[in-house]
């Protein structure tokens, strides 16, 4: 009867420690993640979130489960075990760490737009073992920290402004000075082209049909697809109302004496 | 222009015009060619335009650069571009329903991957203040040094600005540019205005309290002039 009495009374005190510790990680994540997003960033806080969650819940359930039983013991068998769990998930160890890589090195946090190796999208959400993408198609993406940490990473939302670069080819037998002149105050009258850095105009190289000119204006990064488009077609018209050609490919067939005669006749 | 229920008034600001209607006592509303919406108000309803400083520090760039002899100061006005902003009050509390600036360009001040943006002005130089759609600036150019310098750009600080109404236009506090490199200035902002607003009324306080002078460094871009980029 006493056994009995001490069981429940066990059993009642497990009870509590895990619904207790369950309050508190749910919780005390949340205000952590807070803290250390206002402080650090979002990326940090999510992750530390995670973190304090998942060993708030493991700590509430081993000190509800040695209410009942003797935790050495226990602990021994669960490092036996972790050995074995360990050897059968190296890819999520591998994961792990490739996420620890990436809270060190930030090539990017929650919220910036990247482009990982093929794919690129909005960061959604990090934890230690993948990241989430949602791309601008607006598909849910998500790929495993150790491809992220093996991969070529662009980060599109680093910097406040990004450059405009436009290729324009013209023809010839234009004067590549008065197009370059053309282009330029073509990009400086544009009102939403940053006055400095200075918009530039070079002559890049001789192409099969025409002369390669590039164009280098900078603007707002969150103006950058709007404007490119802008600017492109401005560039054309500015170029059309200066008169000046944009040839597309062609190819000048010489023939011999007498061959287009004999063409003709077949 | 105070609006009572089912009073309308047309306004124009920038290139762009509105109506705005009251319609009943708690709703007003207002229209461009573009679009219409709606907005809630309470009480008395005032629509009137008002004069702001950009959001953006303004950025000085001189076309040609602005030489200063040695031991010299220089008092000059400069043509300062503000902000219309069309507004409608409405118990105590303010809407803005749109803001235009003349000419608003903007303009990157640091490295491409580090640095502010900021409004651009090409500045005017005036040596009588003038009335308009724009403040006099009164700026004070000194060089304490003992070679000759000059000036090419300043940035300067909106939050530290003050507005004022003075007898022949507006004005805004008195600035300080000590040139003390080719490519450094240091900026102290005054309180007070210029003697020639006359009796000049506050329309707008600086919203921090400024340093007492501060060191601008305009670095040239030296990696993308490098490599031509």
């Known amino acids: ?266 | 222009m105070h609006l009572k229920v089912g009073q309308s008034t047309s306004e124009e600001i920038g290139d762009k015009s509105f109506e705005i209607e009251r319609v009943s006592s708690y709703l007003v509303k207002i229209a461009n060619e573009e679009k219409q919406w709606l907005s809630g108000v309470a009480g008395d309803v005032e629509v009137t335009t008002k004069y702001a400083f950009n959001e953006l520090p303004y950025f000085f760039r001189f076309p040609n650069p602005l030489a200063a002899a040695p031991k010299t100061l220089l008092k000059i006005f400069l043509k300062l571009p503000l902000v219309e902003k069309l507004v409608l009050i409405s118990g105590g509390k303010e809407l803005t329903i749109h803001s235009h600036m003349e000419n608003e360009r903007k303009i990157w001040h640091g490295e491409v991957y580090k640095g502010v943006m900021c409004v651009h002005v090409e500045p005017e130089i005036l040596t009588e203040p003038g009335n308009g759609e724009f403040a006099n600036l009164p700026v004070r150019f000194s060089n304490k040094t003992d070679d000759v310098l000059s000036i090419k750009k300043f940035v300067l600080e909106p939050e530290y600005m003050i507005l004022y109404q003075g007898e022949n236009g507006l004005y805004t506090n008195k600035v300080y540019v000590d040139i003390v490199g080719e490519n450094e200035v240091k900026m102290t902002y005054g309180r007070g205005t210029t003697d020639k607003a006359g009796k000049a009324e506050l329309l707008i306080e600086q919203k921090a309290k400024p340093q007492k002078s501060i060191l601008t460094k305009f670095t040239p871009m030296m990696h993308a002039k490098y490599f031509g980029f």
Do not use: C
């Open chain 1, 1 to 266: 009867m006493v056994q009995l009495e001490a069981q429940v009374v066990a059993l009642v005190k497990a009870v509590i420690i895990a619904v207790a510790g369950y309050i508190i990680a749910r919780s005390a994540s949340p205000a952590l993640e807070k803290i250390i997003s206002r402080e650090i960033n979002a990326h940090i806080g999510r992750l530390a979130r995670n973190l304090t969650f998942y060993a708030l819940i493991a700590l509430a359930l081993l000190t509800a489960i040695g209410q009942f039983i003797d935790l050495t013991a226990l602990l021994a068998a669960a490092g036996i075990a972790g050995i074995a769990i360990g050897l059968a998930s190296q890819r999520s160890v591998s994961n792990i760490i490739s996420g620890l890589f990436l809270l060190i090195d930030q090539p990017f946090t929650i919220g910036d737009a990247v482009s990982v190796g093929e794919d690129e999208g909005t960061v959604i959400d990090m934890s230690l073992l993948s990241t989430r993408l949602r791309t601008f198609d607006n598909k849910y993406l998500r790929i495993p920290n150790d491809t992220v940490a093996g991969s070529k990473i662009i980060n599109y939302t680093k910097f406040d402004i990004r450059r405009v670069d436009m290729e324009i080819g013209i023809a010839y037998k234009e004067e590549v000075g008065k197009a370059i002149e053309v282009l330029i105050e073509m990009a400086k009258n544009h009102n939403e082209v940053l006055v400095e850095p200075e918009p530039q105009v070079f002559a890049t190289k001789f192409s099969e049909s025409s002369v390669d000119l590039v164009v280098r204006a900078w603007v707002p990064r969150t103006e950058f697809f709007r404007l490119r488009s802008e600017l492109i077609m401005k560039a054309k018209k500015a170029l059309e109302e200066a008169g000046i050609e944009i040839p597309f490919p062609h190819r000048t067939i010489y023939l011999g004496s007498g061959e287009i005669e004999k063409l003709k006749k077949q």
